[in-house]
């Protein structure tokens, strides 16, 4: 069997690379397809799952990061989705030590809380301050759709990012 090492640098290489494919193909391939009304969150799922499986800083670093990449490509106030996940790296990261990294039930759950989270933060900083209150429409419409594609993504998303963990240990 070939054992493969890798430098901290290559790490980090990787990591970013995963994001950066993560953000083209969540803004750049996902809007393309006609008859989705909603695309699942890649960033939030790399965001919870470094978070999770190397703890708060690198789960911090990987929010900053993302929410940079957000910030750059959306209009609005710099800062708006650094802070969002950031916070749900860091908070995700606080369960690093606490859990069993193979089983899928965590990050399912963890995947339906920090998209709530995400998508209220969303809902209040965008339409509740402009006196919007069409709560049930963005419940149903955006958030129900957004956290069940989300939720699917998961399920791949977090595998990979578990087995590359592996290879990184080792």
Do not use: W
């Amino acid at each position: 069997m070939v054992k493969l090492r890798f430098g901290k640098f290559s790490k980090i290489l990787i990591h970013v690379l995963i994001i950066f494919f993560a953000f083209f193909v969540q803004t750049s391939i996902f809007p393309l397809i006609p008859f989705l009304a909603s695309s699942p969150n890649f960033l939030l799922i790399i965001t919870f799952s470094y978070g999770l499986l190397y703890g708060e800083d690198i789960g911090m670093i990987t929010g900053i990061f993302c929410g940079l990449l957000c910030d750059m490509y959306f209009n609005g106030d710099f800062g708006f989705y650094i802070l969002i996940y950031s916070l749900i790296g860091f908070a995700n990261g606080t369960l690093n030590k606490s859990f069993f990294e193979n089983s899928i039930s965590l990050p399912m759950i963890l995947s339906f809380v920090n998209g709530l989270a995400y998508n209220f933060y969303i809902y209040f900083t965008h339409f509740l301050i402009r006196r919007k209150f069409a709560i049930p429409y963005y419940v149903f419409n955006v958030m129900v759709p957004n956290i069940l594609f989300t939720l699917i993504a998961t399920v791949l998303i977090y595998k990979l990012l578990y087995k590359l963990n592996l290879i990184h240990r080792n």
